[in-house]
């Protein structure tokens, strides 16, 4: 009986690797497809010239500064308030029917296909509101669908935070804010971060709502009252139009570079974040 149960428990374990070295191999494949094309059309001239003739020449510059502009425009909207609302359903409601309403939403709001954020950010932001094809009608629409991914991670990471810490800051004399701001909010941190990275990865990576709302201008941005192009934009409009798929695949293979780099440093920002605050703690 034991040897049965030994053998199940090797073979469960052999499935997983398998089914993650599985997982790792597509991810790798793909990986691996983009820098073997895209390697060959990076240079400093494509990194630091503007695009020309629709993208066919030229570099990515204004598409890059574009991206930046627009991903951090979008979480530096969307953290706040996806903090704040993690906070009141974790800290401030009790759980009932008004905190399943709302978890209910905010899962629905994120299993919502972009084209219909960027629909409704084309409608209310673009039209209604006269923003036009802007950074900041398109950070706006990324905000609203970043918002439930920033929402879930860090009420997760909230509710990892034991109940002594908050009973022992009570029992000194701070208050419920006080806790919450100084106790719960740093450990919770590394929690908060992944959904910001998970927030960051989708906004930099989205297309359809982005043509809707910040429109595909090739020109370098100078305000968020400007339209402009994404990275992933840039390289779908290369690739569709058939424009040039050398450019396409440099696009991509900077787009990657961009998405590593900025979740290395989101990563090594809240790590350090986290351990000031444990610190001062």
């Known amino acids: 009986m034991k040897g049965a149960a030994r053998l199940e428990e090797r073979i469960a374990r052999i499935v997983l690797w398998l089914l993650a070295g599985c997982t790792l191999l597509v991810l790798l494949s793909i990986i691996a497809h983009i820098l073997i094309n895209g390697i060959s059309g990076l240079s400093w001239d494509f990194i630091s010239q503007n695009p020309r003739r629709m993208g066919k020449e030229g570099g990515i510059l204004s598409v890059i500064i ?133 927030g960051i990865g989708r906004a930099i990576g989205e297309t359809a709502a982005v043509i809707l709302t910040a429109g595909s201008s090739l020109g370098l941005p100078t305000s968020i009252f400007e339209p402009t192009r994404t990275l992933s934009v840039h390289l779908y409009i290369l690739a569709s139009e058939g424009i040039s798929s050398q450019n ?21 920002l809240m790590a350090r974040l986290a351990g000031s605050k444990s610190i001062s703690h």
């Open 248 to 268: 396409a695949y440099a696009s991509a293979t900077v787009l990657i570079i961009v998405i590593v780099i900025i979740n290395f440093l989101a990563n090594r």
């Open 66 to 198: 574009g991206t930046v502009y627009l991903t951090a425009a979008g979480v530096v909207l969307a953290t706040p308030i996806g903090v704040g609302a993690a906070i009141f359903l974790t800290e401030y409601v009790k759980k009932g029917r008004l905190v399943q309403i709302i978890r209910f939403a905010t899962e629905s709001l994120a299993a919502v296909p972009s084209i219909i954020f960027g629909l409704f950010g084309f409608v209310l932001f673009v039209i209604t509101l006269k923003m036009g094809w802007s950074i900041l009608s398109g950070a706006l629409t990324l905000a609203f669908m970043i918002l439930p991914t920033i929402i879930r991670a860090a009420e997760e990471g909230i509710k990892t935070v034991p109940d002594s810490y908050r009973e022992g800051s009570l029992a000194l004399g701070a208050t419920k804010w006080h806790t919450i701001l100084k106790v719960v909010l740093p450990s919770a941190l590394p929690g908060i971060a992944t959904g910001v990275i998970l």
